[in-house]
């Protein structure tokens, strides 16, 4: 399988816990994005890279979380003392290109957390 | 901030009739993309239209984006239940920001055999 994969598909974790998911994206893709879906909702831009660079992170970004690249290939996402309202499909998507605004995103299947 | 808005949020139909959903932005956009997420799965990329008044089809289904870039619909011709899935647009504000691309909530078909 070359599409973008996620780790774990399920996180089941009780508040005030760390949580970390992994995205490994297509091989050659040089951008990672990092979105957000509750149910009934459109994906919520979080945080994007362009190869090891963070380039861009969402002002509706909580300072308990944190993504990383660093080696320009994979990517992780934290969250550290998870909420309730924290509770999302956590999805990952990859693009390539020179020339971002025309990019498509290419998704993973996402991991689900659930806060308790 | 931009807002990418989609209706109807649901649609149900009858398998053969068409669908249509719309989606308009609060600012001009450079670019507007759709995807398809069945339920239990991920967005998936359908198309990306870029020009003022473009029209582009694949098969049933036809995009067209507004002559001011702040619209775009998609219409589905003759559904079927392979249809069925929600249909998200998503933008990127002309001039702004263009590594977040803008999803709308999306707009939800079924469709009945």
């Known amino acids: 399988d070359t599409g973008v994969s996620q780790d774990p598909r399920h996180k089941i974790t009780k508040r005030g816990q760390n949580v970390t998911f992994r995205c490994d994206p297509i091989s050659e893709h040089n951008r990672l994005y990092w979105y957000r879906q509750t149910l009934g909702q459109g994906p919520e831009f979080l945080t994007y890279f362009q190869n090891e660079a963070q380039l861009e992170k969402s002002r509706l970004l909580s300072d308990r979380f944190s993504a990383e690249r660093p080696k320009g290939s994979f990517s992780t996402l934290e969250i550290q003392r998870t909420e309730q309202g924290d509770s999302a499909m956590y999805l990952c998507?990859?693009?390539?290109?020179?020339?971002?605004?025309?990019?498509?995103?290419?998704f993973g299947s996402g991991t689900q957390l659930s806060v308790l | 901030g931009q807002q990418v808005m989609q209706i109807p949020q649901y649609q149900h139909v009858q398998e053969g009739e068409d669908f249509t959903t719309y989606c308009n932005s609060s600012t001009t956009l450079s670019n507007i993309q759709w995807y398809k997420q069945r339920p239990g799965g991920h967005p998936v990329f359908l198309i990306q239209l870029v020009k003022s008044g473009e029209v582009k089809k694949q098969k049933r289904l036809t995009f067209q984006f507004g002559e001011a870039k702040k619209n775009s619909s998609l219409h589905i011709t003759a559904t079927q239940t392979t249809d069925v899935g929600t249909y998200f647009c998503?933008?990127?504000?002309?001039?702004?920001?263009?590594?977040?691309?803008?999803f709308g909530k999306g707009t939800k078909l079924s469709v009945k055999p």
């Open positions: 998503a933008g990127r504000r002309y001039g702004g920001s263009q590594g977040n691309l803008i």
């Open positions: 998507a990859s693009s390539l290109g020179d020339r971002l605004a025309n990019e498509k995103l290419f």
